[in-house]
């Protein structure tokens, strides 16, 4: 099998002839009843949740919530962009996927059956014929692939790995879609079943795909072949967005290899126009200069070294979006335009963690523009409005922090977010202060940047403690060292409501904090005991929770 059909329909992005474009973003009224609900169901989930992704963020789900009425009822309104959007709904530990269209979907359940019915839901509303019999497709699935069945499909997934990864794509495909043909003998299949059933497992498939060639090195083969992408699709589901985004991983790994690609294609007009749009105290010569290159496209070596004085004006700004052009010029020699045009937002979208509120308006304004297709920018449209909808909380607490910071003091700068600032104080010191200030606490102490991608995981991890100890017993103390960009960090804890004691430490203050919070040791966690010593056994990570909360508990009695 030609390798160009591995990721058929994986980039669908329907960037024209759709016929359900929309000019705004829609939305499905997702409700129904538990009926004969139950006081222990309504303790364990007094809400419902339904969750939806969006195409460049695969793997991250987003929440939509509603409260249960006493009488079991529920209501709640869900963004969708595409026609067709597979979505999650729970209840409990009960949940069931179902596809979504603009309209109304009803789901009712009895709480007597809702653990012991294959399907306990009910559905009503848009698609519900088709979301009923999906729901016993994928009952009878779980039921066909249960014990020995899981391991030999296991052991299956594995051998047809081991192989090309063109027969691995057809192998796997094949194999996630048997269940359908099985079910089909005994059962008369509606065409959008079909369809569904047939799309995730192209996208299982493709996803497996992905990952071994992310973790060999193996080229996928020439994305840009004419024929790889199948036209409008206009379903989404959280497979497709998963298999992008193991493609999006398996790009930007490709792009880096050929890192000299981007400096080599990146052109003259594009880097003029940048400078026009972006560059400071620019004068009317410059301006004019500037325009001449880009309607020439052509710089001598002396030209180049114009554009860097003129780029070390506006350092910040003009690096952040002439590295995505870089990024974006070595991409167009690796695949064809549609991949490159889910690149677009796909790269902002994973580095938004790492990015500022302003630059990641900036980079937003820059891109959005140049995105084809209706779904896709509303895809960012929605990413983007996500990213920023924290923008006045992190402007309070930016006031907040100056003005601690200038009073060498400590307090909140959010909701359950206390810093000690004082950014020429000897660092260990700060530190010290917090220790004080605690005792008779055990402090969990993470060491952290938001630059480091796992001890940012760390920090958000460690937060569940906090739901388990009384803020008499336990205060988390998040400790960033090396720390050179202090808007970075204070947007970081605030967006991600890191709930805790803060200090943040210059690389000299890193230096004189060394020996007391030990920093020669590489485990990113310390505790210290109420009574403010460091505690001299290995502090637990989140991973290993439950024995981290008796570590912590034997330290408390």
């Not at 202090?486 to 890193?510: K, M, P």
Request: hydrophobic letters at 40%; proline letters at 4%.
């Amino acid at each position: 099998m030609n390798m160009r059909f591995i990721l058929v329909g994986l980039f669908c992005l329907t960037l024209a002839g759709i016929s359900h474009a929309q000019t705004a973003v829609d939305s499905v009224i997702v409700s129904g009843q538990v009926q004969r609900l139950s006081a222990r169901l309504y303790r364990q989930s007094p809400n419902i949740a339904v969750s939806r992704t969006n195409i460049l963020r695969g793997g991250v789900d987003q929440l939509f919530s509603a409260p249960l009425q006493t009488d079991g009822r529920f209501r709640v309104a869900v963004p969708i962009i595409y026609p067709l959007e597979e979505m999650q709904f729970q209840v409990g530990n009960a949940a069931t996927a179902f596809l979504a269209t603009a309209g109304s979907v009803t789901i009712n359940i009895d709480n007597d059956s809702l653990y012991v019915a294959a399907v306990p839901f009910q559905f009503g509303g848009v698609n519900a014929q088709v979301n009923q019999q999906f729901a016993q497709y994928k009952a009878y699935e779980a039921e066909q692939q249960a014990g020995k069945a899981a391991t030999a499909r296991q052991k299956a997934i594995q051998r047809a790995l081991g192989g090309s990864l063109s027969d691995a794509f057809t192998t796997l495909n094949a194999l996630f879609s048997s269940p359908l043909s099985s079910f089909s003998a005994t059962h008369t299949v509606f065409p959008l079943v079909n369809t569904w059933v047939q799309a995730n497992a192209r996208y299982d498939a493709a996803a497996y795909v992905l990952d071994k060639a992310n973790e060999t090195g193996q080229k996928i083969g020439s994305l840009g072949q004419t024929g790889l992408f199948s036209g409008a699709d206009n379903l989404m589901t959280p497979a497709r967005a998963t298999a992008l985004g193991r493609f999006g991983t398996y790009a930007v790994t490709a792009v880096a290899q050929n890192s000299s690609l981007a400096g080599r294609n990146i052109k003259v007009r594009t880097i003029a126009g940048l400078l026009l749009r972006y560059g400071k105290d620019l004068t009317p010569a410059d301006r004019e200069r500037l325009a001449g290159f880009e309607q020439s496209n052509t710089a001598r070596q002396a030209d180049l070294r114009y554009f860097s004085k003129l780029m070390e004006r506006n350092p910040d700004t003009l690096g952040k979006v002439i590295a995505y052009e870089n990024t974006l010029a070595a991409a167009r020699s690796l695949f064809d335009s549609t991949a490159v045009n889910y690149l677009k937002g796909y790269t902002l979208a994973t580095e938004i963690p790492q990015l500022t509120l302003d630059v990641v308006r900036l980079l937003g304004q820059h891109i959005r523009p140049q995105l084809a297709g209706q779904h896709l920018s509303q895809s960012f449209n929605d990413v983007l409005a996500l990213a920023l909808r924290d923008t006045a909380r992190v402007r309070l607490a930016r006031t907040a922090y100056l003005a601690l910071d200038k009073k060498r003091a400590t307090g909140p700068v959010d909701d359950g977010i206390i810093v000690t600032a004082a950014s020429f104080d000897n660092g260990a010191d700060l530190v010290q202060k917090v220790l004080d200030r605690n005792r008779g606490r055990v402090v969990y102490t993470v060491i952290w940047s938001p630059e480091s991608g796992p001890t940012v995981q760390l920090a958000q991890d460690v937060q569940r403690l906090n739901d388990i100890f009384s803020p008499r017993d336990l205060t988390l103390l998040f400790v960033s060292t090396n720390n050179t960009d202090d808007d970075l960090w204070l947007e970081f804890i605030v967006r991600n409501r890191l709930r805790g004691e803060h200090v943040r430490l210059s690389e000299a203050q890193t230096i004189q904090a060394t020996s007391l919070l030990n920093l020669y040791d590489p485990n990113p966690a310390r505790i210290f005991t109420p009574a403010g010593k460091l505690n001299r056994k290995e502090a637990l990570l989140p991973d290993q929770f439950d024995k981290l909360v008796v570590q912590i508990r034997e330290l408390l009695k």
